[in-house]
Nanobody
Framework: QVQLVESGGGLVQPGGSLRLSCTASGFPFHTYWIHWVRQAPGKEREWLSTIAYNGAATSYVDSVKGRFTIPRDNAKNTLYLQMNNLKSEDTAVYYC????????RGRGTQVTVAS
C-alpha cells in the first residue's frame, strides 16, 4: 500500500523557517522523482518543487526559489522541504506527491505564516 505521510507544519512568523518531512512506504521510493505541492484556501493546488530519484536534479516554482530547498534521504525513505524566509502567502496545506500534479499525495500538513 502506497503511503506518504507529511509532518512538520505549524504556525510561524513571517521571516521564519520550517522543515517539513514526508515519509514514504509501500513503493520503491529511491526510484521515484518526488514532488511538493501546496493548496491555499480558495486556491488551486500549486506545484512547488521536484527532486530526481537520486537527488541529482531539483526544480522550483519561481515564487519559492532561493527560499525553499527539497533534500531527500533515500536510506530513510524521507523527503524534506526546508522553508526559509516564510511569507504570509506561503500559508497553505503542503503535500508530498508521486506526481507533479499532486496525484498520489499524502494527507498534507498545515503551514500558517502569521504574526
Amino acid at each position: 500500500q502506497v503511503q506518504l505521510v507529511e509532518s512538520g507544519g505549524g504556525l510561524v512568523q513571517p521571516g521564519g523557517s520550517l522543515r517539513l518531512s514526508c515519509t514514504a512506504s509501500g513503493f520503491p521510493f529511491h526510484t521515484y522523482w518526488i514532488h511538493w505541492v501546496r493548496q491555499a484556501p480558495g486556491k488551486e493546488r500549486e506545484w512547488l518543487s521536484t527532486i530526481a530519484y537520486n537527488g541529482a536534479a531539483t526544480s522550483y516554482v519561481d515564487s519559492v526559489k532561493g527560499r525553499f530547498t527539497i533534500p531527500r534521504d533515500n536510506a530513510k525513505n524521507t523527503l524534506y522541504l526546508q522553508m526559509n524566509n516564510l511569507k504570509s502567502e506561503d500559508t497553505a496545506v503542503y503535500y508530498c506527491a508521486q506526481a507533479q500534479d499532486g496525484l498520489g499525495r499524502g494527507r498534507g500538513t498545515q503551514v500558517t505564516v502569521a504574526s
